[in-house]
């Protein structure tokens, strides 16, 4: 029987799983629904569902990893603060993944920081032990790699990048501060800019109609929230200093509308001039990332052990 590690990944609203080898060889993949309310119960049917691919994979697992939305502690174990999963906060997650996976050794960790960890060892992080990663969803979450190690901070509160404040006056962000990130550059912020540049004037009324009627975004939009971004950036270089920045999340798939707009502002904005051309390049994995990372995670883990 092959040995084999589960990587899942909890969201709002689906928990997206792969099963992979040891050295990478993805063996089964899927998704099953989140119930927001119960995590218990979404870990026991994760089980179930992963249990009825293996049979046909002819492997056992040996170590199962849970990434999720949210700040969570890997020393408590629980699951804290969860914008997106607010009845999963304080869930003690290292506890239900065991109970669920028969005690199988396992890891949990943020949903950025495995997809960090995914990217840095089959992504857009290849061969580079200092990296730090933005993802531009909802809401806009950060990580931080550097020599190799995910850094998480005295309380687990280290990488949200998403809620640096970049104008002390600018629009409320979700977390009740005005002018962060995340205002400006996730979804939620950036649907809610347009609306705001079209009211200020200047648009035509045809892209008045569209953003109006269907929340679509719009190019002065997406080059302020590249803007905004570059500033965050900058700042972020300026602190670390690392080998690249790695920008992943439905937001980015607007691509270099963003992220040549940052890199102007990179430009002026970092002091040591050789890392002003810190690269800020797309992610490559998609939307299993952050399941990959955690299965890494998980093997990490049971190696420790
Ligand atoms: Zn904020």
């Known amino acids: 029987m092959r040995e084999l590690i589960l990587g899942a990944d909890v969201g709002g609203s689906l928990v997206k799983f792969m099963v992979i080898t040891p050295t990478g060889e993805t063996v089964a993949r899927g998704d099953i629904r989140t119930d927001p309310l119960d995590a218990e119960r979404t870990l026991t049917r994760l089980a179930g569902a992963v249990t009825g691919q293996l049979s046909a994979a002819q492997g056992r697992l040996t170590a199962a990893g849970l990434a999720c939305a949210g700040i969570v502690s890997a020393r408590t174990g629980r699951l804290g603060r969860s914008p997106n999963i607010p009845g999963w906060e304080g869930a003690d997650l290292s506890g239900l993944l065991a109970h669920a996976f028969g005690g199988l050794p396992g890891a949990i960790a943020n949903d950025v920081n495995a997809a960090l960890i995914g990217e840095h060892w089959r992504g857009a992080g290849r061969g580079c032990d200092d990296l730090v990663m933005v993802a531009l969803g909802t809401g806009v979450g950060g990580a931080v790699l550097l020599g190799g190690r995910l850094i998480t901070g005295t309380n687990d509160g280290a990488g949200e990048i998403g809620h640096m404040v970049l104008e002390r006056e600018g629009p409320l962000c979700s977390c009740g501060n005005r002018g962060c990130l995340e205002a400006y550059a996730g979804e ?69 509308l963003i992220l040549a707009a940052s890199r102007e502002v990179i430009q002026r904005g970092v002091l040591a001039a050789a890392a002003r051309e810190t690269p800020v390049v797309p992610a490559e994995l998609s939307t299993h990332a952050a399941a990959l990372g955690a299965a890494v995670l998980a093997r990490e883990r049971k190696e420790a052990a």
């Open 188 to 256: 939620v912020g950036l649907v809610r800019r347009a609306r705001d540049l079209v009211s200020e004037g200047g648009a035509s009324a045809a892209l008045v109609k569209l953003v109006t009627t269907s929340g679509a975004d719009l190019r002065a939009a997406f080059r302020e929230a590249g803007l905004r971004l570059g500033q965050a950036l900058a700042a972020v270089i300026n602190l670390v200093d690392p080998q690249r920045i790695i920008v992943g999340g439905g937001v980015s798939l607007a691509g270099e």
